[in-house]
């Protein structure tokens, strides 16, 4: 149990179509980075919000965005999706005040169709 | 960036066996973590060890980081360690997050 819940688990969409990816985390857990993890790959940085404003990013284009609550629930937001766009999207949370140590959610599996 | 590399990609093992996985990094890294991903998708953590050495039971990392790179230690394997084991390493404050390796699918036979 990391005390991360991401919603929802599994989700089939359209090409085109627009997506909202979910998570809550632990209180205290300050930090929150998404990831995207395809098929027989690592899980690949996407980006990390601290105290609900986006401070690093990987190499993903604008259509990838994000949101982070007062309440440390965070979204991820997909627009105009592709294809590519089909994989596992995993959150991430820490607490900066107890160390570096990561907690991951069960992540949701998006297929793009 | 910093890339990472996971040897071996696959391994099989019987039910006790020891293993050694380990990790090599292009460059320096000041986070470094261990993680076990289960078949449903779930990455639990197993270690933060950006240098020396831990253990938690059956399990013990070790990093040299002036070498850069990292093993993670099985031992008396059991079935329900199977899975992919992914080591992943940041810099900075963490901003860039972490770059992970390609895995190493573990799997343990009774």
């Known amino acids: 149990e990391t005390g991360v819940t991401q919603s929802p688990t599994h989700l089939i969409k359209t090409r085109g179509q627009q997506v909202t990816l979910r998570c809550s985390s632990q209180?205290?857990?300050?930090?929150v980075s998404w990831y995207q993890q395809a098929l027989g790959q690592g899980p690949q940085f996407i980006f990390q919000?601290?105290?609900?404003?986006?401070?690093g990013r990987g190499n993903f284009p604008p259509r990838f965005s994000g949101l982070q609550f007062p309440n440390y629930s965070s979204e991820l937001n997909v627009n105009a999706l592709e294809l590519d766009d089909s994989a596992l999207y995993l959150c991430a949370t820490e607490d900066r005040r107890s160390g570096n140590t990561i907690y991951f959610g069960e992540g949701s599996w998006l297929t793009v169709v | 960036g910093i890339q990472v590399e996971q040897s071996p990609p696959d391994l099989i093992l019987q039910e006790g066996a020891n293993s050694t996985l380990r990790c090599n990094f292009s460059?320096?890294?000041?986070?470094l973590q261990w993680f076990h991903q289960n078949p449903w998708g779930q990455l639990i953590n197993l270690f933060y060890?950006?240098?020396g050495t831990k253990q938690n039971g059956r399990l013990s990392a070790t990093t040299v980081a002036t070498e850069r790179y990292s093993l993670l230690y099985i031992s008396s394997s059991q079935t329900t360690d199977s899975g992919v084991y992914f080591c992943?390493?940041?810099?900075?404050?963490?901003?860039?997050?972490?770059?992970f390796g390609k895995g190493t699918h573990l799997i343990i036979q009774p």
């Open positions: 060890i950006p240098s």
């Open positions: 992943a390493g940041g810099r900075g404050g963490g901003a860039d997050g972490l770059t």
């Open positions: 460059d320096s890294v000041n986070n």
């Open positions: 209180s205290g857990h300050n930090t």
């Open positions: 919000y601290y105290r609900e404003e986006e401070n």
